[in-house]
């Protein structure tokens, strides 16, 4: 893992000038690639590459970035992993190699197939930025799914790029104006999705897509898609697996066997985290049924048992034979986690479980380089409780006036959250499973607040949302319109959330947590499930195939249950979490309640305090739980408050 930056001039200019601004651009990201640096220019100074290296493969200087292909026409400089490169290679038999880095089997295979041709081959995650010397053109690939990042943005003289936006403030030119449009994305989805970024006039590379410019005209930005969710999952409706639930279970397991096992080639040290659920424990279970030796596994605890997934992990280690490795975190070690937030992810970020991600990569770190990661399930096999929920409370809300409903969710927020929770925790004993729930109280009030939908897609964007109305909130500038509308052309309500999820959720929250964290102590993160093969595969089983007898992941579930016992897995879904509401209301007050000061707000000029000040009040009081919110808003402060002091007030 590594992180690329680079320039492309509308001029020539000296190659001094532009290797002196990537090579501090590249100091920025350090912390993605810590074990070597190098910079490239062209002889005429128009573009200039830089690369950080995180060595996992070929640990030798025949792995060094940026790289020039065999014959030359080519220089790349590269993040991720290509994992069916040997496979390549028996392709690209009269190759000379140099190495054996996945890098210069990419360029080989640019060479021989050209840019896109290569890449629909790649079997892997990629960002990486291609310089045509023939054809003075510049490629920026991200791979199919966004797990690896990249983003570009433009000055009155050239085009930057970058794995993350703090490189582009090393740059002279480079104006940070915060994007009041993208604001109000944050604010409704904690995260600001691609294309978009913080700043105004800077881009992420949308995943699955392929960006070409050409020198003396970077601004004439030509976009292709190589691979399209929508279209996987249109094609997989259309040509659906026939075969039987058993068969279903067994090519399953056979693709995620071969995703894992390729995913478990490493010139360092490898691991796995393990939560105990279902999509780490099958991780982890695939990689242990093909080591010779123990898995190295992690876990975090926390003493609030709310919020303990540790006993879960450490059942499921027990059973595989891993060699497993736990740390209960103490509430101060994870509070000294939350001033470092503003630096690790490199525009505001308001997941609150980027916290505990931080903490066991940090914690896998002392022993691995590299750790594989369970995140995907979710989003292809309907793990989420939307999925299993949303259709029928739509079913049953459609058939209820609007004010009856109104009313009803006045009576559910009526009802502090805190209280809600200590009920079903009284009826815990007489509930199923299936009904028993982490925070429920929070859950209600978030049903609530869905009561105002129109339509499934509605339910399913305000049930998405945080700030369900973010421009009663945000001072000037407009939310942009949804770019994922054909969700609408899949043929039931589960699968369209399911493809908004992978849309934007999945890329643009998810992985993206897990990127920063990961990388922001040099560990290197691969996630398995997310496999383009299996990927495509998931979207042909029906729905039946996922939600199943009352259960989600249903097929994802029977792989498992082949390497670990059900009664070690069957609870309910607890998620990745914190105690936000509590330490808001407890030891993170003053930090918050600097960050959210009336005055404060009205100075930097870009939130209504009113809004905000009422609903820190009633989460103070515990009326309702508006933790989530309010993170959104002190997660920006917190990045402003840090910008200001790097660059001076932002625009």
Not at 232 to 252: C, K, M, N, S, W
């Amino acid at each position: 893992m590594c992180g690329l930056t680079g320039w492309l001039s509308k001029h020539s200019r000296t190659s001094g000038d532009a290797r002196a601004w990537v090579e501090e651009a590249c100091d920025a990201l350090k912390h993605r690639g810590p074990d070597d640096g190098d910079v490239w220019t062209d002889e005429a100074g128009r573009i200039a590459l830089g690369h950080r290296r995180l060595s996992i493969l070929d640990l030798s200087p025949e792995g060094r970035q940026p790289m020039a292909s065999r014959g030359g026409r080519y220089v790349i400089a590269f993040n991720g992993e290509i994992y069916n490169h040997g496979a390549l290679r028996r392709e690209l038999p009269d190759n000379d190699w140099r190495g054996y880095s996945d890098t210069e089997t990419m360029l080989a295979a640019i060479e021989r197939w050209g840019v896109e041709a290569a890449v629909r081959r790649f079997v892997g995650m990629f960002a990486f930025a291609l310089w045509d010397r023939e054809r003075g053109e510049l490629s920026l690939v991200r791979d199919r799914l966004g797990i690896k990042p990249l983003a570009y943005g433009f000055t009155s003289e050239g085009m930057l790029f970058a794995s993350e936006l703090s490189a582009f403030r090393a740059h002279p030119a480079f104006r940070a104006e915060v994007d009041r449009d993208a604001l109000h994305l944050l604010l409704r989805y904690n995260s600001i999705p691609a294309p978009h970024t913080i700043y105004r006039g800077v881009f992420k590379v949308r995943p699955g897509r392929i960006l070409r410019v050409r020198a003396p005209h970077p601004e004439a930005v030509e976009e292709r898609a190589y691979w399209s969710a929508t279209e996987v999952a249109i094609e997989g409706q259309h040509r659906p697996f026939e075969g039987t639930p058993e068969e279903a279970v067994d090519t399953l397991e056979a693709l995620l066997r071969d995703a894992v096992g390729m995913r478990m080639l490493s010139d360092v040290p490898l691991g796995a985290f393990l939560s105990g659920g279902v999509d780490s424990s099958t991780v982890v279970a695939l990689m242990q049924a093909q080591s010779e030796r123990p898995v190295r596994t992690f876990s975090i605890g926390s003493p609030d048992a709310g919020f303990d997934e540790a006993p879960q992990a450490a059942a499921v280690a027990a059973h595989l034979g891993t060699d497993h490795t736990e740390l209960y975190v103490t509430p101060a070690e994870a509070l000294d986690v939350v001033p470092r937030l503003a630096a690790m992810y490199d525009e505001p970020f308001a997941d609150s479980s980027q916290i505990p991600t931080f903490l066991v990569s940090q914690l896998a770190r002392q022993s691995v380089t590299v750790a594989l990661s369970g995140d995907g399930g979710d989003e292809l096999f309907a793990g989420y409780n939307r999925h299993m929920w949303a259709g029928r409370v739509w079913q049953a809300m459609r058939r209820v006036p609007r004010l009856v409903r109104l009313g009803l969710a006045r009576s559910l927020t009526a009802v502090a959250p805190d209280t809600w929770d200590r009920a079903f925790t009284r009826l815990d004993p007489v509930l199923p499973a299936a009904m028993q729930q982490r925070m429920p109280g929070y859950k209600l009030h978030k049903l609530a607040a869905g009561m105002r939908a129109g339509s499934p897609l509605d339910l399913y964007r305000r049930l998405a949302s945080q700030w369900v109305d973010p421009a009663t909130l945000v001072i000037s500038g407009r939310e942009p319109a949804s770019e994922a509308d054909t969700a609408a052309s899949l043929q039931d309500f589960p699968s369209q959330m399911m493809l908004l999820d992978m849309q934007r959720y999945l890329p643009d929250d998810i992985l993206t947590k897990v990127d920063r964290a990961s990388m922001a102590v040099s560990l290197e993160a691969r996630v398995p499930i997310l496999d383009h093969r299996v990927v495509e595969f998931a979207w042909r089983l029906p729905l039946s195939f996922k939600l199943r007898n009352g259960q989600s992941k249903w097929v994802l579930r029977q792989v498992l249950y082949r390497h670990v016992p059900s009664a070690l897995i069957e609870r309910p879904k607890t998620g990745f979490g914190i105690p936000l509401g509590t330490w808001l209301r407890g030891p993170l007050r003053d930090w918050a309640e600097s960050l959210l000061n009336e005055k404060r707000l009205r100075e930097a000029g870009y939130f209504r305090p009113d809004p905000i000040r009422t609903a820190w009040a009633q989460h103070l009081a515990g009326t309702h739980a508006w933790e989530h919110q309010l993170w959104t808003i002190l997660l920006f402060q917190a990045w402003l408050e840090r910008q200001q002091i790097e660059t001076g007030p932002a625009s």
